[in-house]
């Protein structure tokens, strides 16, 4: 009997925080009637996937939905292994591929950390929607900074700029607008991610792959995306496959305490 190998591929990447396509790459090679499933991970973080395989006389060394972590810059990552039962027998395979950006697997961080003030020395500045607010902030350990359009926004920890959008001008009080945002994510030492969103219009002066330092300035303030009003939304999280965020509380050092939890209604100074 002759035999017939289909090599049949299904690639469903699910893009969970941007529109944008990350620079990730899915490929195989056949070697002595096996086929081998490899990544490619060009992004400045790493990135985790999902599988889900519709196999025909093969069997996987990867099982469905286990998660994979693909670490940034890595090249040519061996995800599975797909081997034949029976020689003589037609095979064929696809999958689909669920991606996200960050370590899905983490569970640890740096929690002792204290974060500055992301904003110019020498202002004041009042949080108007503090942890689980109730305007958009549900569930979530996110800030929102009174800042003026236009301000000056700094980094509150040092890390890697990951992310940056700042092309776009709209905006409405409705989490529609939430894909017009403007934003810098940068990564952290421990894998956790800060977002700073609602940039203005060409408000960012960092871009992708930037080495970023603790207070550097990194754009300017502005009402892009799901605002209603010029501010800087602040939040610290490690990411999950499904688009879900594990926020964390954070730390800051104020001219009043070293290290203190911002709370909503309350006005902090960086003196630093």
């Not at 499933?37 to 889900?52: C, G, L, T, V």
């Not at 591929?97 to 003030?117: A, K, M, P």
């Not at 009042?126 to 305007?135: T, V």
């Amino acid at each position: 009997m002759k035999r017939i190998v289909l090599l049949i591929f299904l690639l469903i990447q699910t893009l969970l925080f941007s529109q944008k396509k990350w620079d990730l790459q899915f490929y195989n090679e056949i070697v002595n009637r096996q086929l081998f499933i490899y990544a490619d991970n060009n992004e400045e973080m790493p990135m985790s996937a999902k599988f889900n395989f519709t196999l025909k006389n093969f069997t996987s060394s990867l099982i469905d939905n286990q998660i994979i972590v693909i670490p940034a810059k890595q090249t040519k990552l061996l995800i599975a292994k797909l081997c034949e039962i029976n020689s003589n027998s037609a095979n064929s395979f696809s999958y689909a591929v669920t991606v996200n950006f960050g370590n899905d697997l983490q569970e640890d961080f740096d929690n002792d950390y204290i974060y500055s003030l992301p904003f110019e020395k020498g202002k004041t500045q009042m949080i108007f929607q503090g942890y689980d607010g109730k305007f958009s902030h549900k569930n979530e350990f996110a800030l929102d900074f009174d800042l003026k359009m236009g301000s000056e926004i700094t980094a509150a920890r040092e890390g890697i700029v990951v992310e940056m959008i700042d092309h776009n001008t709209r905006n409405c009080p409705d989490i529609s607008c939430a894909k017009y945002n403007n934003r810098i994510l940068i990564m952290h030492s421990d894998g956790t991610f800060a977002d700073y969103s609602h940039l203005k219009y060409q408000g960012a002066v960092v871009k992708k792959g930037d080495i970023v330092t603790k207070n550097q300035l990194i754009g300017y303030s502005g009402s892009t995306g799901f605002a209603s009003g010029p501010h800087l939304h602040f939040a610290v999280f490690i990411n999950r496959i499904d688009g879900k965020r594990t926020f964390i509380k954070t730390k800051f050092k104020t001219s009043e305490s070293d290290a203190t939890f911002l709370e909503e209604k309350k006005s902090y100074t960086k003196n630093y």
